[in-house]
């Protein structure tokens, strides 16, 4: 079940935008809380326009962000294994079970 979320997770989350976005138009459209002031195309635009530039940002800085952060730390000689004085070839294995386990022990509960 995990598995096919991860491999469909941009249609999932496609989809849970477009129900949700449709809803609260239907909701909008039957039930006004306030007379309009802005067109709905003008508004409805500069939400969607919004949605575009949280959707890029966290999709590229974010990421950018963290692979940076991970640099200025390996740099700094933050983090456990850079306190040790371990060879990369022992050091970066035992990071990768390490994040393994800690996503494995958060997502996978069928092991």
Not at 45 to 60: K, P
Not at 86 to 94: G, K, Q, T
């Amino acid at each position: 079940m995990y598995q096919m979320i991860i491999e469909n997770e941009n249609t999932i989350r496609l989809t849970s935008f477009l129900v949700v976005f449709t809803f609260m138009a239907l909701w909008e459209a039957i039930t006004p809380r306030r007379r309009l002031t802005t067109s709905k195309p003008k508004r409805w635009s500069t939400n969607i326009g919004i949605v575009v530039i949280n959707t890029l940002t966290v999709r590229i800085l974010f990421p950018v962000a963290a692979v940076g952060t991970a640099i200025v730390a390996g740099e700094k000689g933050w983090g456990v294994l850079n306190t040790l004085d371990w060879s990369i070839m022992l050091a970066a294995p035992l990071a990768v079970i390490a994040l393994d386990f800690r996503f494995c022990r958060k997502y996978c509960k069928e092991i």
